[in-house]
């Protein structure tokens, strides 16, 4: 019977290949994050030089109906109501980093791994309905300062949410599988 498990030298250099592509995919989520953390001071930056700009944006990004009217008021539950998503989001990047920058120092297999990876498909899963519910808010704030019969409560959901929910149930699979895994592995190694 012959060993097909590949040797030692291979899976050095396939952990070593691991290891580089997470270095490199640690770094690369920095870019997310830190747009994320400098929107607040962006957001300023636009009010102050372009405030109808901003507005159109934050419209845009509520997903507002024509009815919409961005007073003081309604402009700042806006501006709530669309960082909370982008709040969620960070969670979820800055947990992305953790699990490379694990990768990267040899943290494969580990429970650890498979606990980050189900904390991402939880925010992953998190925000398919997440986002419906701001926007059917949005909806409403933005329509209060309309007259009686005016005002709108708008509720719909896109294909973007329902695959945010599929992948992010798929990770929470992947860090359970992957967390059992690792597991099974330290009681192998515990009978050696």
Known sequence: MTNTSPGPDIATTRMARIGRVSRVMAGVTLVPIV????????VVALATLNPSTLDAQL???????????LTPWTRAGALIL????????LAGFLT??????GFARGEVLTPESGRRLKRIGVIVTALGPLTILIRTIASVVVSLPNPPGERVLAVGFGSNDVTAIIAGMLLIVLGWTLEEAA????ENRQFV
């Open 59 to 69: 419209l845009e990004t509520v997903a507002s109906s024509q009815r919409a009217v």
């Open 183 to 186: 597991r099974v592995a330290d």
């Open 35 to 42: 747009a994320i953390m400098a929107l607040p001071a962006m």
């Open 82 to 89: 669309a960082a909370i998503p982008l709040l969620v989001a």
């Open 96 to 101: 992305v980093r953790q699990l490379f920058l």
